[in-house]
Protein backbone atom coordinates (compact mmCIF):
# COMPACT_ATOMS: atom_id res chain seq x y z
CA UNK A 1 0.00 0.00 0.00
CA UNK A 2 2.84 2.21 0.79
CA UNK A 3 4.55 1.58 -2.44
CA UNK A 4 1.72 2.54 -4.30
CA UNK A 5 0.86 5.79 -2.66
CA UNK A 6 4.79 6.51 -3.57
CA UNK A 7 4.20 5.59 -7.02
CA UNK A 8 0.76 8.02 -7.09
CA UNK A 9 2.16 10.98 -5.67
CA UNK A 10 5.10 12.13 -8.42
CA UNK A 11 1.82 11.89 -10.65
CA UNK A 12 -0.52 13.40 -8.78
CA UNK A 13 2.58 15.90 -8.56
CA UNK A 14 2.80 16.13 -12.11
CA UNK A 15 -1.57 16.51 -13.05
CA UNK A 16 -1.62 19.50 -10.44
CA UNK A 17 1.44 20.81 -12.11
CA UNK A 18 -0.45 21.04 -15.68
CA UNK A 19 -3.00 22.26 -13.92
CA UNK A 20 -1.71 25.31 -12.61
CA UNK A 21 0.18 25.96 -16.25
CA UNK A 22 -3.12 25.62 -17.69
CA UNK A 23 -4.35 28.13 -15.42
CA UNK A 24 -1.18 30.55 -16.14
CA UNK A 25 -2.46 30.34 -19.89
CA UNK A 26 -5.77 31.44 -19.14
CA UNK A 27 -4.05 34.34 -16.54
CA UNK A 28 -2.52 35.70 -19.84
CA UNK A 29 -6.41 35.84 -21.43
CA UNK A 30 -8.66 37.21 -18.19
CA UNK A 31 -5.55 39.65 -16.79
CA UNK A 32 -6.60 42.42 -19.23
CA UNK A 33 -9.61 41.95 -19.22
CA UNK A 34 -9.37 43.07 -15.05
CA UNK A 35 -9.91 39.65 -14.26
CA UNK A 36 -6.25 38.75 -12.87
CA UNK A 37 -8.37 37.99 -9.46
CA UNK A 38 -9.22 34.68 -10.98
CA UNK A 39 -5.93 32.85 -11.60
CA UNK A 40 -4.98 32.52 -7.66
CA UNK A 41 -8.25 31.78 -6.44
CA UNK A 42 -8.55 29.02 -9.90
CA UNK A 43 -5.12 27.96 -8.21
CA UNK A 44 -6.47 27.72 -5.22
CA UNK A 45 -8.89 25.21 -6.33
CA UNK A 46 -6.39 23.51 -8.10
CA UNK A 47 -4.52 22.70 -4.88
CA UNK A 48 -1.84 25.09 -4.86
CA UNK A 49 -0.79 26.46 -1.26
CA UNK A 50 -2.54 28.62 0.04
CA UNK A 51 -0.07 31.17 1.42
CA UNK A 52 1.46 31.55 -2.35
CA UNK A 53 -1.75 33.10 -3.00
CA UNK A 54 -2.55 35.13 -0.42
CA UNK A 55 -0.20 38.37 -1.94
CA UNK A 56 -2.23 38.38 -5.28
CA UNK A 57 -5.58 37.99 -3.75
CA UNK A 58 -4.74 40.19 -1.76
CA UNK A 59 -3.49 43.06 -4.29
CA UNK A 60 -5.74 42.26 -6.79
CA UNK A 61 -9.18 41.20 -5.19
CA UNK A 62 -9.38 42.28 -1.71
CA UNK A 63 -8.10 45.70 -1.96
CA UNK A 64 -10.22 47.06 -4.82
CA UNK A 65 -13.41 45.04 -2.51
CA UNK A 66 -12.32 47.34 0.39
CA UNK A 67 -12.06 50.92 -1.92
CA UNK A 68 -15.64 49.41 -3.39
CA UNK A 69 -17.30 48.60 0.10
CA UNK A 70 -15.86 52.04 1.39
CA UNK A 71 -17.30 54.46 -1.63
CA UNK A 72 -20.27 52.38 -0.90
CA UNK A 73 -20.32 53.45 2.71
CA UNK A 74 -19.31 56.92 2.68
CA UNK A 75 -22.00 57.82 -0.38
CA UNK A 76 -24.94 55.69 1.90
CA UNK A 77 -23.64 58.26 4.83
CA UNK A 78 -23.11 61.71 3.32
CA UNK A 79 -26.11 61.07 0.44
CA UNK A 80 -29.26 61.63 2.61
CA UNK A 81 -27.37 64.94 3.77
CA UNK A 82 -27.43 66.80 0.85
CA UNK A 83 -30.82 68.30 -0.25
CA UNK A 84 -31.64 69.37 -4.06
CA UNK A 85 -35.14 70.56 -5.43
CA UNK A 86 -35.68 67.11 -6.17
CA UNK A 87 -35.00 65.68 -2.42
CA UNK A 88 -32.07 64.38 -0.93
CA UNK A 89 -28.95 62.62 -2.94
CA UNK A 90 -29.78 58.73 -3.23
CA UNK A 91 -28.18 56.86 -1.75
CA UNK A 92 -26.67 52.79 -3.10
CA UNK A 93 -29.92 51.46 -2.18
CA UNK A 94 -32.22 54.07 -4.13
CA UNK A 95 -30.15 53.98 -6.89
CA UNK A 96 -29.89 49.77 -7.20
CA UNK A 97 -34.20 49.84 -7.00
CA UNK A 98 -34.24 52.06 -9.99
CA UNK A 99 -31.98 49.80 -11.86
CA UNK A 100 -34.37 47.58 -11.50
CA UNK A 101 -37.00 49.43 -12.10
CA UNK A 102 -35.05 50.64 -16.15
CA UNK A 103 -34.56 46.58 -16.33
CA UNK A 104 -37.93 45.92 -15.73
CA UNK A 105 -39.84 48.49 -18.31
CA UNK A 106 -37.17 47.20 -21.27
CA UNK A 107 -38.79 43.73 -20.55
CA UNK A 108 -42.33 44.92 -20.49
CA UNK A 109 -41.84 47.02 -23.76
CA UNK A 110 -40.15 44.02 -25.13
CA UNK A 111 -43.35 42.22 -23.96
CA UNK A 112 -45.68 44.82 -25.90
CA UNK A 113 -43.64 44.42 -28.81
CA UNK A 114 -44.40 40.91 -29.27
CA UNK A 115 -48.12 41.26 -28.35
CA UNK A 116 -48.16 43.84 -31.43
CA UNK A 117 -46.50 41.45 -33.93
CA UNK A 118 -48.31 39.24 -32.59
CA UNK A 119 -51.22 40.69 -33.56
CA UNK A 120 -50.35 41.86 -36.53
CA UNK A 121 -49.25 38.70 -37.81
CA UNK A 122 -53.39 37.41 -36.90
CA UNK A 123 -54.93 40.21 -38.94
CA UNK A 124 -52.61 39.89 -41.58
CA UNK A 125 -53.62 35.68 -41.69
CA UNK A 126 -57.32 36.66 -41.47
CA UNK A 127 -56.95 39.26 -44.57
CA UNK A 128 -55.40 36.58 -46.92
CA UNK A 129 -57.30 33.86 -45.56
CA UNK A 130 -60.48 35.56 -46.77
CA UNK A 131 -59.43 36.74 -50.24
CA UNK A 132 -57.59 40.52 -49.00
CA UNK A 133 -53.85 40.03 -49.32
CA UNK A 134 -53.90 43.75 -51.13
CA UNK A 135 -54.91 44.86 -47.44
CA UNK A 136 -51.96 43.36 -45.93
CA UNK A 137 -49.74 45.54 -44.39
CA UNK A 138 -46.21 45.70 -41.96
CA UNK A 139 -45.71 48.16 -39.97
CA UNK A 140 -42.64 48.33 -37.24
CA UNK A 141 -43.42 48.55 -33.17
CA UNK A 142 -42.60 52.36 -32.37
CA UNK A 143 -42.65 52.34 -29.04
CA UNK A 144 -40.05 54.38 -27.07
CA UNK A 145 -37.03 53.52 -26.64
CA UNK A 146 -36.13 51.35 -23.20
CA UNK A 147 -32.83 52.10 -21.24
CA UNK A 148 -31.23 48.73 -22.87
CA UNK A 149 -32.29 49.89 -26.10
CA UNK A 150 -30.47 53.72 -25.07
CA UNK A 151 -27.20 52.13 -24.61
CA UNK A 152 -27.11 50.04 -27.63
CA UNK A 153 -27.67 53.26 -29.84
CA UNK A 154 -24.46 54.95 -27.79
CA UNK A 155 -22.62 52.21 -28.08
CA UNK A 156 -23.04 52.27 -31.89
CA UNK A 157 -22.50 55.43 -32.10
CA UNK A 158 -19.42 55.64 -30.33
CA UNK A 159 -18.13 52.75 -32.77
CA UNK A 160 -18.76 54.65 -35.96
CA UNK A 161 -17.34 57.99 -34.75
CA UNK A 162 -14.41 55.50 -33.48
CA UNK A 163 -14.00 54.09 -36.85
CA UNK A 164 -14.55 56.86 -38.74
CA UNK A 165 -11.61 58.10 -36.48
CA UNK A 166 -9.29 55.50 -36.74
CA UNK A 167 -9.49 55.04 -40.71
CA UNK A 168 -8.50 58.67 -41.01
CA UNK A 169 -5.90 58.94 -38.16
CA UNK A 170 -3.52 56.16 -38.54
CA UNK A 171 -3.05 57.10 -42.05
CA UNK A 172 -2.29 60.56 -41.03
CA UNK A 173 0.08 59.39 -38.11
CA UNK A 174 1.92 56.94 -40.25
CA UNK A 175 2.67 59.94 -43.07
CA UNK A 176 3.65 62.14 -40.08
CA UNK A 177 6.10 59.48 -38.80
CA UNK A 178 7.84 58.79 -42.39
CA UNK A 179 7.64 62.43 -43.63
CA UNK A 180 9.50 65.39 -41.47
CA UNK A 181 7.87 68.05 -44.65
CA UNK A 182 4.25 66.34 -44.24
CA UNK A 183 4.35 66.75 -40.05
CA UNK A 184 5.25 69.76 -40.44
CA UNK A 185 2.90 71.19 -42.22
CA UNK A 186 -0.48 69.24 -40.11
CA UNK A 187 0.87 69.70 -37.04
CA UNK A 188 -0.48 73.29 -36.72
CA UNK A 189 -3.33 71.84 -37.55
CA UNK A 190 -3.42 69.55 -34.55
CA UNK A 191 -2.21 71.98 -32.06
CA UNK A 192 -5.16 74.05 -33.53
CA UNK A 193 -8.18 72.26 -33.48
CA UNK A 194 -7.44 69.49 -30.25
CA UNK A 195 -7.91 71.42 -27.51
CA UNK A 196 -11.82 72.45 -29.21
CA UNK A 197 -14.61 71.14 -26.95
CA UNK A 198 -17.45 69.28 -28.59
CA UNK A 199 -19.97 71.75 -27.73
CA UNK A 200 -18.09 73.77 -29.82
CA UNK A 201 -18.32 71.07 -33.07
CA UNK A 202 -21.96 70.78 -32.65
CA UNK A 203 -23.07 73.32 -33.97
CA UNK A 204 -20.98 73.14 -36.99
CA UNK A 205 -21.53 69.44 -37.63
CA UNK A 206 -25.05 69.97 -37.70
CA UNK A 207 -25.62 72.54 -39.94
CA UNK A 208 -23.21 70.90 -42.75
CA UNK A 209 -24.71 67.29 -41.99
CA UNK A 210 -28.20 68.73 -42.28
CA UNK A 211 -27.04 70.61 -45.08
CA UNK A 212 -25.36 67.26 -46.63
CA UNK A 213 -27.12 64.52 -45.29
CA UNK A 214 -30.53 63.89 -46.77
CA UNK A 215 -31.04 60.34 -46.71
CA UNK A 216 -33.17 59.28 -44.38
CA UNK A 217 -32.12 55.95 -43.34
CA UNK A 218 -33.40 54.16 -40.18
CA UNK A 219 -30.39 52.52 -39.31
CA UNK A 220 -28.11 55.67 -39.51
CA UNK A 221 -30.32 58.42 -38.44
CA UNK A 222 -29.19 62.17 -38.70
CA UNK A 223 -28.79 62.56 -35.41
CA UNK A 224 -26.57 59.26 -34.86
CA UNK A 225 -24.67 60.92 -37.63
CA UNK A 226 -23.92 64.02 -36.34
CA UNK A 227 -22.85 62.61 -32.80
CA UNK A 228 -20.43 59.94 -34.67
CA UNK A 229 -18.72 62.98 -36.40
CA UNK A 230 -18.40 65.04 -33.14
CA UNK A 231 -17.00 62.00 -31.72
CA UNK A 232 -14.28 61.61 -34.56
CA UNK A 233 -13.65 65.41 -34.57
CA UNK A 234 -12.82 65.19 -30.84
CA UNK A 235 -11.24 61.98 -30.43
CA UNK A 236 -9.03 61.51 -33.23
CA UNK A 237 -5.99 63.21 -32.58
CA UNK A 238 -4.31 60.65 -29.48
CA UNK A 239 -4.49 58.28 -32.33
CA UNK A 240 -2.52 61.01 -34.68
CA UNK A 241 0.24 61.37 -32.36
CA UNK A 242 0.98 58.56 -30.79
CA UNK A 243 0.82 56.74 -34.19
CA UNK A 244 3.50 59.59 -35.79
CA UNK A 245 5.38 58.88 -32.81
CA UNK A 246 5.10 55.22 -33.08
CA UNK A 247 6.33 54.94 -36.55
CA UNK A 248 9.28 57.76 -36.14
CA UNK A 249 10.68 55.69 -33.59
CA UNK A 250 11.12 52.63 -35.39
CA UNK A 251 14.61 51.15 -35.54
CA UNK A 252 16.13 52.75 -38.21
CA UNK A 253 18.27 49.87 -39.52
CA UNK A 254 14.94 48.31 -40.59
CA UNK A 255 14.26 51.58 -42.59
CA UNK A 256 17.61 51.33 -43.67
CA UNK A 257 17.38 47.29 -44.71
CA UNK A 258 13.66 48.40 -46.27
CA UNK A 259 15.57 50.83 -48.51
CA UNK A 260 18.51 48.12 -49.86
CA UNK A 261 16.22 46.11 -50.64
CA UNK A 262 14.21 48.39 -52.51
CA UNK A 263 10.86 47.74 -50.79
CA UNK A 264 7.61 49.57 -52.23
CA UNK A 265 6.16 52.13 -50.15
CA UNK A 266 3.12 50.17 -49.35
CA UNK A 267 5.47 46.65 -48.33
CA UNK A 268 7.90 48.93 -46.29
CA UNK A 269 4.79 50.32 -44.15
CA UNK A 270 2.80 47.06 -44.16
CA UNK A 271 6.17 44.61 -43.37
CA UNK A 272 8.09 47.14 -41.39
CA UNK A 273 6.89 49.83 -40.13
CA UNK A 274 3.06 48.90 -38.43
CA UNK A 275 4.62 45.48 -36.56
CA UNK A 276 7.17 48.19 -35.06
CA UNK A 277 5.05 50.80 -33.71
CA UNK A 278 1.97 48.85 -32.99
CA UNK A 279 1.75 49.36 -29.56
CA UNK A 280 1.67 53.04 -29.87
CA UNK A 281 -1.10 52.78 -32.38
CA UNK A 282 -3.41 50.85 -29.59
CA UNK A 283 -2.35 53.26 -26.77
CA UNK A 284 -3.52 56.43 -28.89
CA UNK A 285 -6.98 54.26 -30.16
CA UNK A 286 -6.87 53.33 -26.28
CA UNK A 287 -6.83 56.95 -25.40
CA UNK A 288 -8.91 58.19 -28.36
CA UNK A 289 -11.67 55.49 -27.42
CA UNK A 290 -11.98 56.95 -23.97
CA UNK A 291 -12.35 60.99 -25.50
CA UNK A 292 -14.70 59.34 -27.79
CA UNK A 293 -17.11 57.98 -24.78
CA UNK A 294 -16.62 60.93 -22.74
CA UNK A 295 -17.73 63.35 -25.72
CA UNK A 296 -20.34 60.89 -27.37
CA UNK A 297 -22.62 61.77 -23.99
CA UNK A 298 -22.25 65.72 -24.34
CA UNK A 299 -23.43 65.38 -28.35
CA UNK A 300 -25.92 63.38 -27.39
CA UNK A 301 -27.88 65.74 -25.05
CA UNK A 302 -27.62 68.24 -27.39
CA UNK A 303 -28.28 65.97 -30.89
CA UNK A 304 -30.62 64.64 -29.45
CA UNK A 305 -29.50 61.42 -30.46
CA UNK A 306 -31.67 58.56 -28.21
CA UNK A 307 -28.43 57.20 -26.42
CA UNK A 308 -27.38 57.13 -22.76
CA UNK A 309 -26.56 61.08 -23.03
CA UNK A 310 -30.21 62.45 -24.30
CA UNK A 311 -31.25 59.79 -21.09
CA UNK A 312 -29.99 62.07 -18.47
CA UNK A 313 -30.88 64.98 -20.44
CA UNK A 314 -34.84 63.40 -20.31
CA UNK A 315 -34.46 62.48 -16.63
CA UNK A 316 -33.19 65.99 -15.88
CA UNK A 317 -36.10 67.87 -17.64
CA UNK A 318 -38.21 65.58 -16.18
CA UNK A 319 -37.76 66.57 -13.05
CA UNK A 320 -39.45 63.69 -10.98
CA UNK A 321 -38.09 62.55 -7.04
CA UNK A 322 -37.01 59.21 -8.97
CA UNK A 323 -34.59 61.57 -11.62
CA UNK A 324 -31.67 61.99 -10.04
CA UNK A 325 -31.42 58.25 -9.00
CA UNK A 326 -31.94 56.98 -12.86
CA UNK A 327 -29.21 59.56 -13.85
CA UNK A 328 -27.01 58.16 -11.41
CA UNK A 329 -27.66 55.17 -13.06
CA UNK A 330 -26.35 56.04 -15.82
CA UNK A 331 -23.64 58.12 -14.68
CA UNK A 332 -22.39 54.08 -13.20
CA UNK A 333 -23.77 52.64 -16.44
CA UNK A 334 -21.30 54.87 -18.55
CA UNK A 335 -18.50 54.35 -16.48
CA UNK A 336 -18.56 50.63 -16.45
CA UNK A 337 -18.90 50.59 -20.36
CA UNK A 338 -16.06 53.18 -20.75
CA UNK A 339 -13.73 50.63 -18.26
CA UNK A 340 -15.42 47.92 -20.33
CA UNK A 341 -14.27 49.40 -23.58
CA UNK A 342 -10.84 50.32 -22.43
CA UNK A 343 -9.71 46.47 -21.60
CA UNK A 344 -11.35 45.21 -25.09
CA UNK A 345 -8.88 47.45 -26.34
CA UNK A 346 -6.16 46.48 -24.10
CA UNK A 347 -6.88 43.04 -24.49
CA UNK A 348 -6.93 43.36 -28.28
CA UNK A 349 -3.32 45.26 -27.97
CA UNK A 350 -1.91 42.55 -25.92
CA UNK A 351 -3.42 40.03 -28.85
CA UNK A 352 -1.32 41.48 -31.60
CA UNK A 353 1.57 43.55 -30.27
CA UNK A 354 4.07 41.11 -28.44
CA UNK A 355 5.88 43.64 -26.67
CA UNK A 356 5.42 47.49 -25.59
CA UNK A 357 9.16 47.79 -26.19
CA UNK A 358 9.46 47.73 -30.31
Known amino acids: MTIATDMMEPEIAARRERRIARINRAGKVLAPFGLGFVVPLLKLAAGNTPSEQWADLKQMLFVPLIGILAFLAAWAFLAPKVHTSLGAIPG ?36 IAEGYGDRVKVRPYTGKPTYLDQIWTSLLTV ?39 PLAWLPIVTMVVAALYESQNDLLP ?23 LGVASI ?37 SLGVGW ?65
Not at 114 to 127: G, T
Not at 175 to 196: R, W
Not at 259 to 282: D, E, G, M, N, Y
Request: charged share 15%.
Open 92 to 127: PAAVFQQAEVLMDDHFAERQKAEEFYARQDERNQML
Open 159 to 197: ALGFFIGTVIAVPVGIACGLSKTFEGAINPLIQLFKPVS
Open 222 to 244: KSMVISAITVTLCSIWPTIINTA
Open 251 to 287: DRDLVNVGKVLQLSTWTTIRKLVLPSSLPLIFTGMRL
Open 294 to 358: MVLIAAEMLAQNPGLGKFVWDEFQNGSSDSLARIIVAVITIGLIGFFLDRVMFALQTAFTYSANR
